[in-house]
């Protein structure tokens, strides 16, 4: 294979890892491990954000694999429709990072065997079915979010003297579940001709775009509500910080709700894309947070500070393309997407 063509595979490979996503479930299996309250070895804590990363790298490969005839449709431009990324390449990559996930969950223990399975099916069953079924799909897809948390609360352990971390942990686990199903159906909304054409009942195409809207906020205000429930509960040393940083989150997620409100009776590509951009940035804020529950604000921060940046530069760099296809001469990133796209029947 001559540079050239290595250069362009692994630019395939890296466009489907989605860096701009990456950094997020590690610090959700981070916090679980950290709020339990076991021992805080490095090879647990390295474990506990290992596996839940490995596991979402293969469900990027094998997501792109099972949508690579929709997206042949609708985004010709990604990795496997343009050839640059076989399918079948793409397909055993999913089951090393699967194969990966499950010898870190085996060491681990039943525990997190048993998380580790669930989060696999779950994955599949997501890619495979349940994405072109309306609400299903959503929360299906932000399931994983929550069984991240508990897998790295089970590499841990919950110390004896910590079982105040209980309640915190069931709090946090409802908090990603809404906010990973929140975050995935304002992705839908971004996609909703492709879905369309490709007939895929998700939740804006079957109830239409102010429908699905209604029920982002919903599950946002479920978030919000769990996350600071999470803080309420917690140690009062941990408790000030955790909750400053939600307030934040709280911000930020008005700023990208926000213009899905306004424009809900013709959802343009852009504003969709944008508000998700946002959201991909304040999640990792919100699972920096819950690390600092465990791990103090410290550590909280200075894994938020560089992840949040890696997050945003990524995004510059990689999202556009990604979603809308090459830069062209003349054209904006509103005109490259495509005209709002009115409430479904």
């Known amino acids: 294979m001559s540079t050239a063509a290595a250069v362009r595979a692994l630019r395939a490979h890296v466009e489907t890892w989605r860096p701009y996503t990456l950094w997020y479930v590690g610090l959700v299996g981070l916090a ?5 309250g076991g021992p805080h070895h490095p090879w647990v804590l390295l474990s506990a954000w290992a596996a839940p990363t490995a596991g979402w790298l293969g469900g990027h490969y094998l997501g792109d694999y099972f949508d690579r005839h929709l997206d042949a449709g609708s985004k010709p431009h990604r990795p496997i429709p343009s050839r640059r990324l076989g399918a079948g390449t793409a397909l055993w990559c999913g089951w090393a990072c699967f194969t990966l996930l499950g ?10 065997t048993a998380a580790a399975l669930l989060a696999g099916c779950g994955i599949v069953a997501y890619s495979r079915w349940f994405k072109a079924r309306g609400i299903a799909g959503n929360l299906v897809r932000g399931a994983l979010g ?3 948390l508990v897998y790295g609360a089970l590499a841990a352990g919950l110390a004896p003297d910590r079982a105040s971390a209980t309640p915190v942990l069931l709090a946090l686990v409802v908090a990603f579940w809404s906010h990973d199903a929140m975050s995935n159906l304002v992705g839908a909304l971004r996609d909703i001709d492709g879905d369309r054409a490709g007939g895929y009942r998700t939740l804006p195409v079957g109830r239409g775009v102010p429908f699905a809207v209604r029920t982002v906020l919903a599950l946002y205000a479920v978030a919000i509500a769990a996350a600071v429930a999470a ?3 917690a140690g009062r ?3 000030t910080a955790y909750l400053i940083t939600v307030l934040v989150v709280l911000l930020t997620g008005v700023v990208a709700l926000a213009p899905l409100v306004r424009r809900r009776g013709g959802m343009p590509v852009v504003v969709a894309l944008r ?4 959201l991909v940035v304040e999640r990792v804020a919100l699972a920096s947070a819950a690390v600092g529950l465990g791990l ?3 550590v909280q921060l200075a894994l938020a500070l560089p992840m949040v940046a890696l997050t945003w530069v990524a995004q510059r760099a990689m999202r556009a393309r990604h979603e809308l296809g090459p830069p062209v001469a003349g054209l904006t990133l509103a005109t490259r997407s495509r005209v709002p796209v009115e409430d479904a029947p």
């Open 296 to 298: 103090g604000v410290a």
């Open 231 to 233: 803080g309420l509960l």
């Open 103 to 112: 010898v870190l969950a085996v060491l681990g223990g039943w525990g997190t």
């Open 275 to 278: 508000a998700h951009s946002v």
């Open 32 to 36: 679980g491990a950290a709020v339990a």
């Open 146 to 148: 929550a069984v991240a």
């Open 237 to 239: 040393d941990a408790r």
